[in-house]
């Protein structure tokens, strides 16, 4: 089946400009799935093994070349939090091309969200935030397989859900659950991309198992922050998923990580400094 996939693929190969790439359009990998019967990431998967790139990934190859975007393709990563963060970072990851994203949320959407979580729309108003993304990743890229757990996540879950990510990024919104996931991603040894945000404000971190948590930046007994007084625009949500959404492109692809450490950025004072910690 691989040979004949591969033939397939590099008699439906095209140039297109200057490009020296080969690539391959999203109709070709739709139709060579069905004739195979494999998946279109299945298929998507051989092409980048045989250097022919899916044209909706021409636009990436440039940054991480055709071996990162294999390596996308073959991971998993798991978003706890589909708010005004995780909307933004499972959008970001569907459009880079991660080829499974396990969902986590237990909430529903609501009018207070409107103003910046990316999957709330009027019509979306009291629907399961889990189902929303799901619904949005099928839309962006149908190639990616993506699963869903709606409801809190406690410690003991996290290895259940995200058991077979190979990261997980943090986009909750209380100290606690955060703290939570941390412990159970540390027990698994899975890399945690943590963010939050307050106001013009925010922050990121990477923590790998053994670098210095959250627990060295949230005070103990307090659950929510200034973002309660200050709240939460867009801008600043989508600016943090996006440094969250490269730091886990760098985990799986090679790069230098906001590790023992967190970036705090302030857009108010156009202020963007690393803050080591001990």
């Known amino acids: 089946m691989n040979d004949e996939l591969r033939a397939a693929l590099r008699a439906n190969a095209f140039r297109s400009g200057e490009s020296e790439l080969q690539l391959v359009s999203l109709h070709a990998v739709r139709k060579l799935a069905q004739e195979s019967g494999v998946t279109p990431l299945q298929v998507e998967t051989e092409a980048l093994k045989s250097q ?20 996308l393709l073959r991971s998993c990563v798991g978003v706890c939090g589909l708010g ?4 933004y970072v499972v959008e970001l990851l569907a459009r880079y091309g991660i080829g499974r994203l396990i969902l986590a949320d237990g909430e529903w959407f609501e009018e207070s969200n409107l103003n910046r979580q990316s999957f709330c729309t ?14 949005r990743v099928r839309c962006i890229n149908s190639s990616l397989m993506v699963s869903t757990h709606h409801g809190r996540l406690e410690k003991e879950d996290v290895g259940e859900v995200f058991g077979e990510a190979d990261l997980v990024v943090d986009a909750l919104d209380t100290v606690s659950s955060r703290l939570a996931l941390e412990e159970g991603c540390m027990e698994l040894g899975k890399p945690l991309v943590h963010g939050a945000i307050a106001g013009n404000a925010g922050q990121v971190m990477t923590i790998l198992p053994g670098d210095p948590g959250l627990k060295s930046i949230y005070a103990d007994g307090e659950d929510r922050g200034i973002e309660t007084v200050e709240g939460n625009p867009p801008t600043t949500a989508s600016l943090v998923a996006s440094i969250q959404v490269q730091e886990a492109i760098k985990i ?8 023992k450490g967190f970036l705090l950025v302030d857009m108010a004072s156009n202020l963007y400094q690393f803050i080591p910690l001990q």
Do not use: F, S
């Not at 022919?52 to 390596?71: A, K």
């Not at 005004?84 to 909307?87: C, H, K, P, S, Y």
């Not at 799986?252 to 590790?259: A, F, K, Q, S, Y």
């Open 52 to 71: 022919i790139v899916p044209l909706r990934y021409q636009r990436n190859i440039g940054t991480i070349g055709i071996e990162g975007q294999l390596r």
């Open 252 to 259: 799986i692809c090679g790069g230098e990580l906001l590790r």
């Open 84 to 87: 005004g963060l995780g909307g």
């Open 122 to 135: 009027e019509a979306d108003l009291g629907r399961p935030k889990t189902e929303a993304a799901a619904e």
